[in-house]
């Protein structure tokens, strides 16, 4: 799988646009970008995952650079409870074994 | 709305003692997974399962087993308990398919 690098932390004020970073340049062309984010004291919860296009959800939307190097996880409008930490994932989507690797992730902290 | 159910919140066991961690999931998922999560480490695999009966070490299984005896049930046990196994244990499923993974709430284990 491969590698990803995300900021350790990061500050946003309620209501504006939170932007996650990740890198991943040595993605291979048959691997997805999925996020999770883990909020204090509870399991990770999954947001969304993308291949090459832009993905939009009820959550986020998750922006992939054209040559898949790097992606962006934006929360439109950051509520308190969107402090959380923001796991970057890139793995073989499908039937492809059968193992997701939570590295550090991004700790995202939501300021009134 | 989908579910996946630890037995546990919080769990206090003695050294040595035989620890069961039990996890429910009612979405019909064939993937079932056991992860613990240390400070500084992440979240670590420790077993997981592909099907009933099946069981596949992940990267930390030494002092764990693990059972599945039916779809909607995988079993965490810990043979003889020690200090160095106190985590937050995590378990998730998810169909095949789909990396799309379902957490529980979590068991924080203490051994004593």
């Known amino acids: 799988d491969a590698k990803t690098t995300q900021p350790p932390s990061m500050d946003c004020a309620e209501g504006r646009a939170a932007n996650l970073p990740c890198n991943h340049s040595?993605?291979?062309?048959?691997?997805?970008v999925y996020w999770y984010r883990q909020i204090h004291s509870q399991g990770p919860q999954y947001i969304i995952h993308?291949?090459?296009n832009n993905e939009t959800n009820e959550m986020a939307s998750l922006i992939i650079t054209e040559d898949r190097k790097s992606s962006t996880l934006i929360l439109p409008h950051a509520t308190l409870r969107d402090t959380a930490v923001y796991y970057c994932?890139?793995?073989?989507?499908?039937?492809?074994?059968?193992?997701?690797?939570f590295g550090g992730g991004t700790r995202l902290m939501v300021k009134p | 709305d989908v579910k996946v159910t630890q037995s546990s919140r919080y769990l206090v066991k003695r050294t040595g003692e035989k620890v069961f961690l039990e996890c429910v999931q009612d979405m019909d998922h064939e993937n079932m997974f056991w992860y613990r999560q240390d400070p500084g480490l992440g979240l670590r695999l420790i077993y997981f399962?592909?099907?009933?009966?099946?069981?596949e070490k992940g990267d930390i299984p030494e002092g764990y087993s693990v059972s599945r005896e039916k779809k909607e049930r995988f079993s965490l046990i810990l043979e003889s308990a020690s200090t160095n196994q106190t985590s937050m244990y995590l378990c998730?499923?998810?169909?095949?398919?789909?990396?799309?993974?379902?957490f529980g709430s979590g068991t924080q284990l203490s051994v004593l």
């Open positions: 993308g291949l090459k």
């Open positions: 998730a499923s998810r169909t095949t398919g789909v990396e799309k993974l379902f």
């Open positions: 399962s592909y099907d009933v009966k099946m069981k």
């Open positions: 040595t993605i291979s062309g048959n691997e997805y």
């Open positions: 994932i890139v793995r073989v989507g499908g039937n492809a074994g059968n193992m997701l690797t």
